[in-house]
């Protein structure tokens, strides 16, 4: 009799294609149809808009990749600008005054921002400090004692009495 190993995996191998072909299908038609565009111009500010602007419902995809309903509706109302001629900064302003300026990928430098685009410079600066003063603590620190013969059986002695063991 042959083994039916080889049949087991083809019939697993069917079902977890079977199962998973839907699912692809299903995440194509999430994003919407596909739009057209009169002029490549249109089409390049659409482009970097949907990748610059992020998802507030999501908070860490762009609207380009998020499936959410109010991604769709943000990448409508970007392709409805461009196509009425609104230039990028006109549709990147429209946004920030709807969904605030968490919108932007690359928030400008103002008052309510200045920590988020200092933070890199400032932890790099912590850090530089905790390795100064490790390394200063160090040099401080008295040489490791080094130990004559009679010494170290002088210390083996008073630990085998008191039952600690061997020095390393």
């Known amino acids: 009799m042959k ?11 069917l079902w977890l294609l079977a199962a998973w072909l839907p699912a692809g299908s299903v995440m194509g038609l999430a994003i919407g149809e596909p739009l057209t565009f009169t002029r490549e111009a249109h089409q ?28 769709a509706d943000m990448r409508r109302r970007v392709y409805e600008m461009t196509l009425a001629g609104h230039d990028a900064g006109a549709i990147i302003e429209f946004m920030v005054q709807r969904y605030g300026d ?41 040489p490791a004692p080094v130990f004559t013969g009679q010494e170290r059986a002088l210390l083996e002695r008073l630990r085998r009495e008191s039952g600690g063991g061997r020095l390393p």
């Open 3 to 13: 083994p039916r190993i080889p049949l087991i995996r083809r019939a697993l191998s």
């Open 44 to 71: 390049r500010q659409y482009d970097i808009l949907v990748r610059e602007l992020r998802c507030t419902v999501c908070q860490s995809e762009a609207i380009h990749e998020s499936n959410a309903e109010l991604a």
């Open 102 to 142: 968490y919108v932007r990928y690359r928030p400008p430098l103002q008052a309510n921002t200045w920590l988020l685009w200092a933070s890199p410079f400032l932890l790099a600066l912590f850090g530089a400090l905790a390795w100064w003063r490790s390394v200063a603590v160090r040099r401080r620190m008295p």
